[in-house]
């Protein structure tokens, strides 16, 4: 694994809030805090992937600059065909930005001539609807749907082939909603507020299919954001900022009857970002070997308040890296490159890493002909054998990153 810390990525010292990287690996946009107003950036992704072009003064880093936020921007996402960028921020309002032809040399307001946009994204929508800063978007499988979520309480569903057409509006909350992720077949969209709950909600109806709240009931204090993440496979939801025997855990929740058995254990602080790779691994076949039969795993990585990193196989008991004090603050968001083998992590001092993981580390992705049958059947899990439990018993025995047990008197 390589590990670097693109010091060009910067809101000039401000926070960046979100980062994600384009489908098809070229940029990554980042959101957060301007000067007086939110930001949206595109940068370029080969300097960051490689130091000659880096150094090469006729490489553009950055690509474009966006200020039409009034507040700061708190999540940006690509749609899946990558058409299309959301932005979601502190001015209570989602924006739909798409590229434009460039007409001319394009300046960034307020800058000397050589921060010129070299790709021109517009705002082609402003969706209002929310009452409050903006907390997270996420676009549903093949870009149906647009959600939005808000310290309002509510998630807005809206039609993302009619913008700004409103689908729904989901009421349940009853705290500050702060983060979103869709099932991978479009079937259900999850979303974790301050409210100590994880809700699951069916885009049949739109209704609630299930409210667990038992991990988040000891959970004491706030975090910025909950970014929680659904498995590749559909099998597993992993949440933010849950709590076993005090210490604080991402949640792992079987879509198999929403049953909470198990957890990713080890950080010191609260967890504020999950991401599952969007990859399914087998193991790497040693060369010359025969091949063996081998059960598929997933890889998820989990940001947490105490500024490190753990990344995690689900085929072992222990995190496969654990990265500490990689910022001076909390970790906000991460993104994982479409190949599965490159992840940017951006926190609350302004900066961000990227980590480049090698097949060895992971294992080889499952082809389209090996993933099991189609999604919607869902009898048995595949990608978490039902051999693997992440039981916390075993996973804190890791002394790399295992939480004390406060003592049950």
Known sequence: MKLLKPSWVSHNGKPIFSVDIHPDG????????????????IWNMAPVLREEDEKNENIPKMLCQMDNHLACVNCVRWSNNGLCLASGGDDKLVMVWKRAALIGPSTVFGSSSKLANVEQWRCVTILRNHTGDVMDVAWSPHDVWLASCSVDNTIVIWNARKFPEMVTCLRGHTGLVKGLTW???????????????????????????????????????TTHILRLSWSPDGQYLVSAHAMNNSGPTAQIVERDGWKTNMDFVGHRKAVTVVKFNPKIFK??????????????YCCCAVGSKDRSLSVWLTSLKRPLVVIHDLFDKSIMDISWTLTGLGMLVCSMDGTVAYLDFSLDELGDPLSEEEKNPPPENYEEPRAFPKTQRFLSTTISKNPECSVPQERQN
């Not at 259900?188 to 301050?194: G, H, K, L, N, P």
């Not at 709950?197 to 299930?210: F, G, I």
């Open 283 to 296: 193991k790497k076949q040693k060369n010359g070997s025969s091949p063996k039969p081998s059960c598929p």
């Open 183 to 221: 099932d991978p077949v479009g079937k259900y969209i999850a979303s974790q507020a301050d409210d100590h709950s994880l809700k699951v909600w069916r885009t049949v109806d739109w209704q609630m299919e299930a409210n667990i709240t038992k991990p988040f009931s000891e959970c004491g204090g």
């Open 26 to 41: 070229t940029k990554f946009a980042t959101g957060g805090q301007g000067e007086d107003s939110g930001k949206v950036m």
